[in-house]
Nanobody
Framework: QVQLVESGGGLVQAGGSLRLSCAASGRTFSIYAMGWFRQAPGKEREFVAAIKWSGDDTSYADFVKGRFTISRDNAKNTVYLQMNSLKPEDTAVYYC?????????????????WGQGTQVTVSS
């Protein structure tokens, strides 16, 4: 089992920045990758970014490339999502998730554990 706790969400103006954190505990040594997803009201959950738990591989959704950066600190068992140049359409609940088996980074159904989510609201 892995427990995930997100933090860092909030209200920010368009063009501003936020850094989300996801602290993992439990059987973290079995994690293959960590991902960030988001879900806006009335919309489906969508992939944002992912990073392998070891190594440098990362992946981003096209709509965040050049604006968001995913990183991790293995010593702290924490994954971060640095979000810059935020837009009102980035408003959503952001979730981190842990993938044990490395099936598909882009498919939320491939992830085994999820955090409770953190709200990000970008005002225009």
């Amino acid at each position: 089992q892995v427990q995930l706790v997100e933090s860092g969400g909030g209200l920010v103006q368009a063009g501003g920045s936020l850094r989300l954190s996801c602290a993992a505990s439990g059987r973290t040594f079995s994690i293959y990758a960590m991902g960030w997803f988001r879900q806006a009201p009335g919309k489906e959950r969508e992939f944002v970014a992912a990073i392998k738990w070891s190594g440098d591989d990362t992946s981003y959704a096209d709509f965040v490339k050049g604006r968001f950066t995913i990183s991790r600190d293995n010593a702290k068992n924490t994954v971060y999502l640095q979000m810059n140049s935020l837009k009102p359409e980035d408003t959503a609940v952001y979730y981190c998730a842990a993938d044990y088996y490395g099936r598909s980074w882009y498919n939320g159904n491939s992830y085994d554990f999820w955090g409770q989510g953190t709200q990000v609201t970008v005002s225009s």
